[in-house]
């Protein structure tokens, strides 16, 4: 059975630091490019980070220099390193395949940026 779970999400100062991390189940991980979504209150769910299978990494320019993806194929997950978070950054980070599989979605973990 496929599953994803994300979590490591909390409630950070602006200027703070994350780690969020994913772990898929059941899924061919190795063989897809994967990433990070978010969606932030009222909004669109959006990518902002991938990595291919290659190890290539992509990031959307609000998170550019600031967050960091990384991929383990061996133990099926994925992380997403955050600094300097600001308000922006707000909202429910998911991960999924690139292009996404509309049966990979989580249930997403919070991330919230508020002193």
């Known amino acids: 059975q496929e599953q994803v779970v994300e979590s490591g999400g909390d409630l950070v100062q602006p200027g703070g630091s994350l780690r969020l991390s994913c772990a898929a189940s059941?899924?061919?991980?190795?063989?897809?490019?994967m990433g990070w979504y978010r969606q932030a209150p009222g909004e669109y769910r959006v990518a902002i980070a991938s990595v291919s299978t290659t190890g290539n990494k992509e990031y959307a320019d609000s998170v550019k220099g600031r967050f960091t993806i990384s991929r383990d194929d061996a133990k099926k997950m994925l992380y997403l390193e955050m600094q300097s978070l600001n308000p922006d950054d707000k909202g429910v980070y998911y991960c999924?395949?690139?292009?996404?599989?509309?049966?990979?979605w989580g249930q997403g973990t919070q991330v919230t940026v508020s002193s």
């Open positions: 999924n395949a690139v292009p996404f599989f509309s049966r990979y």
């Open positions: 059941g899924v061919d991980f190795g063989v897809r490019n």
